[in-house]
């Protein structure tokens, strides 16, 4: 694309430009190269600026600055005074602005997020609307994954994303947006169909993130200023705040009566190998029954969400209430399916806080023992082995002590310490540090009705041991077990 076409509508300062053909836009000066536009991007702890050097030795000359740089006199350097708002405005433009293409519905909030795309992405896909969701545990549209680095990517790699989904025939997106992801410019230029507001807590603020509690709710709010309609939450107190700065229709969702869809008469259900909540959903003039195969009160919540967002795009209750069971997030209060009488569950949960919230989910259901694996990161977060070693070992039947990327330590050690907390609350433990062998030994003792834990690793694919990323799945360690026990 000529340069010309990528620096429509953004205002900047440049001293010898020339146009020319750009082949890509890099930020990273390790994937610089001829032909392709290097942004200078300012970070946290990190300036592109100071990189221009290596990026034009590797043979880029056109660079995208928030000041003059010292290179040689055959560089065209723009001069714009945020790159990073820049890099969203010469993304869209390089991409073609997929967003005009697609209905991009942004989630955003405190929790909730990832749950609720996945969900939605996987009603609309099952009922005729083909689409893709981008967010924390990676980008999927049809069957392809794409890996993210943040729960927003950069505004190239979202626009990106975009249009790869775009191309490949998808109607909408499920975005995540973050309040970082807001701050940094990273959906700047995007338009949203709609936007969800979940819930709003104490989180993400210090050190780079937010500097107080207001400014992260400031950054919330700006996605409404940007979408045609949008979903609230109604039990929470900031969507009255929302309320008053929204310019589009909106509506509501509670889990009392005073809201556009409601949920009454909610039930956990834990039968014929379906382990979830089941509720009575109350939207206009029509009442119908919805199941999620995600356990707990919360998922209610989510689940309602999901709803709104599907009834307003044209899903009917009919389908929606066939498709929703299906919806699973990977390593999120996931229930394996599993040849067996008794549950698996994977989480993500890795400190105190989701400890008790993953303990108070499934304690919620008729169950025989759980049975937890668990393990805390080497190097770091020394509080949490004694939150987890204490949690567990007073709500688990059974705590299956193991790895979690000890990193430099040694494992021995971290379990050990891990084992004392779960002493000290009375709880009965074992320590197999190997983690397939941890998950292979809670396998083989688990009973009917027994709940099993997997917790920690969640959707991830790797164990950082020494500076190294091994390779290791729960996911992967559960259906092993099953295939030998099988075979």
């Not at 340069?3 to 900047?12: C, D, M, N, P, Q």
């Not at 890509?24 to 991007?41: E, N, Q």
């Not at 509506?251 to 382990?275: M, V």
């Not at 949960?349 to 805390?376: K, L, P, Q």
């Amino acid at each position: 694309m000529l340069l010309s076409e990528i620096l429509k509508g953004l205002e900047y300062e440049c001293e010898n430009f020339s146009d020319r053909e750009i082949a890509d836009i890099v930020y990273d000066s390790r994937k610089a190269c001829k032909d392709t536009l290097f942004v200078c991007l300012t970070g946290a702890y990190s300036d592109g600026h100071d990189y221009a050097a290596s990026a034009f030795d590797k043979g880029v000359r056109v660079f995208l600055a928030e000041r003059k740089l010292s290179l040689p006199g055959d560089a065209v350097v723009i001069v714009t005074e945020n790159s990073r708002a820049a890099l969203a405005v010469i993304s869209g433009n390089f991409f073609s602005h997929p967003d005009k293409e697609l209905a991009v519905i942004g989630v955003t909030g405190t929790k909730g997020k990832t749950t609720i795309t996945h969900m939605m992405r996987t009603c609309l896909d099952k009922c005729s609307i083909k689409s893709g969701v981008i967010g924390t545990v990676g980008a999927y549209y049809e069957d392809k994954f794409i890996p993210t680095v943040n729960t927003t990517p950069e505004s190239y790699e979202t626009q990106k994303l975009m249009r790869l989904m775009a191309d490949a025939g998808c109607k909408a997106v499920c975005m995540e947006v973050s309040s970082i992801g807001l701050k940094t410019h990273r959906v700047d230029g995007i338009h949203f169909d709609t936007a969800v507001f979940t819930n709003l807590s104490p989180d993400h603020i210090g050190g780079a993130e937010h500097e107080s509690f207001e400014e992260y709710a400031y950054w919330k709010k700006q996605l409404f200023n940007r979408c045609d309609f949008a979903v609230l939450n109604n039990d929470d107190l900031f969507s009255e705040e929302l309320k008053e700065i929204i310019n589009c229709p909106y509506e509501t969702i509670s889990l009392n009566e005073a809201a556009d869809i409601t949920a009454a008469d909610i039930k956990n259900l834990r039968e014929d190998g379906f382990f979830g909540v089941g509720f009575l959903c109350k939207y206009k003039n029509e009442e119908f029954r919805l199941k999620t195969a995600l356990p707990g009160f919360f998922s209610v919540y989510n689940a309602l969400c999901a709803a709104a967002v599907c009834l307003h795009l044209g899903v009917t209750p009919e389908k929606l209430a066939s498709a929703l069971p299906f919806a699973k997030v990977k390593g999120r209060s996931e229930c394996m399916d599993i040849p067996a009488d008794f549950d698996v569950i994977i989480d993500y949960a890795h400190n105190g806080t989701s400890f008790n919230s993953i303990f108070d989910t499934v304690s919620a259901y008729e169950h025989n023992r759980i049975i937890t694996v668990f393990g805390s990161v080497g190097d770091r977060a020394q509080l949490r082995r004694k939150e987890m070693g204490l949690i567990s070992g007073k709500r688990s039947d059974l705590s299956v002590i193991t790895d979690d990327d000890p990193g430099y330590e040694d494992s021995n050690k971290i379990a050990e310490e891990i084992a004392g907390f779960v002493r000290e609350s009375g709880g009965e433990y074992v320590i197999i540090t190997d983690r397939k062998q941890a998950v292979f030994y809670a396998l083989s003792v688990a009973k009917k009705g027994d709940i099993v834990l997997l917790l920690g690793k969640g959707h991830e694919t790797v164990q950082k041991v020494k500076g190294e990323k091994i390779h290791y799945s729960d996911h992967e360690s559960v259906n092993e077990f099953f295939t030998c026990e099988r075979g």
